[in-house]
């Protein structure tokens, strides 16, 4: 990519334009190994290696971040009542315009990606691609064997009928259970909606799947961290 360079230091987030200025000023920015004078001159990102304060800024224009959700956090850019996702994000990516990949409830946590690729975040959520999200769900009620059935037959919510979902029973109690459930949608509080056709409500409820890609366990409530490539496929289920 051919772009000037204080675009280029702009897009990398070290700074405005006015602030590029300086640094060149200051000698502080190099371009293959020369101190440059001019913040007009043209750099080819696949070529040239771009120094500043001789750290070497690697240019890249996607980022991808997995995040363990916390509840009372919105999965939205902006709300002016409560803290967004990406207000959680370190003052490092705040250039580069991301957005979550479809939503979890306030009070919903577990894996949700940050990403400024809106051509992979369409993929994903694409009704055609049927890209699966499994969540853990604590729930208000026995769960028993035959409500598998009715979840795999697909439940009838009035304003849709879901596709075809698996419940997975992980403990199953009078008065409380422990499940799994993989969908291949994402409507407005579909999994909450699916368990009140069966009669119970769910009271705790988080994401730990999408496509192939897991929830990184290690990461605490609130923390996130950049996928690699070959997560950023797993995604699709490629
Ligand atoms: N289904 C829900 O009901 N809530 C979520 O946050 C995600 C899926």
């Given amino acids: 990519m051919n772009i000037r360079i204080d675009k280029f230091l ?34 080819d990102t696949d070529v040239n290696e771009v120094r ?39 003052e490092d990516y705040h250039h580069f315009d991301l ?12 894996l949700l990606i940050l990403t400024n690729d809106g051509k992979l975040s369409h993929r994903v959520l694409s009704p055609k691609h049927h890209v699966n999200k499994t969540y853990y769900a604590e729930v208000d ?45 994402g409507k407005f509080h579909q999994v909450k909606r699916m368990v009140n056709a069966i009669g119970m409500n769910v009271t705790y409820l988080k994401r730990l799947k999408m496509g192939g890609l897991e929830l990184d366990e290690t990461l605490e409530l609130g923390e996130y961290r950049e996928l690699e490539e070959a997560e950023i496929k797993m995604l699709l289920g490629e």
């Fill in 10 to 43: 702009g897009n990398m987030g070290i700074g405005t334009r006015t602030e590029i200025k300086k640094y060149i000023k200051q000698k502080l920015i190099m371009v293959d190994g020369e101190i440059i004078k001019s913040s007009s001159i043209k750099i």
């Fill in 52 to 90: 500043f304060n001789n750290r070497i800024i690697e240019f890249r224009d996607k980022v991808y971040l997995m995040m363990n959700k916390p509840q009372e956090v919105i999965s939205a850019t902006y709300d002016n009542m409560h803290e967004t996702v990406i207000d959680l994000l370190d």
């Fill in 141 to 185: 009620g026995q769960v028993l064997d035959e409500h598998i059935e009715i979840f795999e037959e697909g439940i009838d919510l009035e304003d849709f009928t879901t596709q075809p979902a698996t419940l997975q029973i992980i403990h199953s109690e009078e008065g409380y259970s422990e499940v799994h459930i993989t969908i291949s949608e």
């Fill in 99 to 110: 957005f979550p990949m479809g939503r979890l409830d306030i009070d919903t946590e577990g």
